[in-house]
T-cell receptor
Framework: DTAVSQTPKYLVTQMGNDKSIKCEQN?????MYWYKQDSKKFLKIMFS???????INETVPNRFSPKSPDKAHLNLHINSLELGDSAVYFC??????????????FGSGTRLTVV | AQTVTQSQPEMSVQEAETVTLSCTYD???????LFWYKQPPSRQMILVIR??????QNATENRFSVNFQKAAKSFSLKISDSQLGDAAMYFC?????????????FGKGTKLSVIP
């Protein structure tokens, strides 16, 4: 079974459209993240949720809205897509309640291409 | 603010040889964790090795080992007996527990090529 699964793996869409990326983890972790990896491979945090509660909201356009219906799911909805939104988006989960080592388990990423 | 610096955008190594990837970080905390992640062309992020700052002993995982110099805030990754499958982007990352977020801060990565 996949520990952190993201869907879809690839997403090609036109400017101005609205799209969602879904993420689910079956590890029982209490914290989930969204990271954006740009064309230069730099990974930057976007959002963090702990037990459905928003913990981190970095400087991200408000066109991006995360939603966590339960602690196993963290979805990312993007409105009015722009060319600059093209990137790979990673979901990750982490157990912070059980002590170290606090490393992440990543999903396989979603490559979003806006044309 | 925490920063992680990887000064080598690209490195190459001959198959079966040893290569060291550099990483420095900036933190004012005494308790933290450091990680190396590997991202092959499949783009999957794979945890290679982790180091607890309170441990003086350098972490080792098979052919992968680290040289952790806490005073110098240096955390280099040594790959021994390099294999073709080691070709990937390698990211150094830092985390500070107890800050309320536990977020990983990544360096910009080093692209490692393995020459047959």
């Amino acid at each position: 079974d996949t520990a952190v699964s993201q869907t879809p793996k690839y997403l090609v869409t036109q400017m101005g459209n609205d799209k969602s990326i879904k993420c689910e983890q079956n590890l029982g972790h209490d914290t989930m993240y969204w990271y954006k990896q740009d064309s230069k491979k730099f990974l930057k945090i976007m959002f963090s949720y702990n037990n459905k509660e928003l913990i981190i909201n970095e400087t991200v356009p408000n066109r991006f809205s995360p939603k966590s219906p339960d602690k196993a799911h963290l979805n990312l909805h993007i409105n009015s897509l722009e060319l600059g939104d093209s990137a790979v988006y990673f979901c990750a989960s982490q157990s912070v309640g059980g002590g170290p080592p606090y490393g992440y388990t990543f999903g396989s990423g979603t490559r979003l291409t806006v044309v | 603010a925490q920063t992680v610096t990887q000064s080598q955008p690209e490195m190459s190594v001959q198959e079966a040889e040893t290569v060291t990837l550099s990483c420095t970080y900036d933190t004012s905390e005494s308790d933290y964790y450091l990680f190396w992640y590997k991202q092959p062309p499949s783009r999957q992020m794979i945890l290679v090795i982790r180091q607890e700052a309170y441990k003086q002993q350098n972490a080792t995982e098979n052919r992968f080992s680290v040289n952790f110099q806490k005073a110098a805030k240096s955390f280099s990754l040594k790959i021994s007996d390099s294999q073709l499958g080691d070709a990937a982007m390698y990211f150094c990352a830092h985390i500070r527990p107890g800050a309320g977020s536990y977020q990983l801060t990544f360096g910009k990565g080093t692209k490692l090529s393995v020459i047959p």
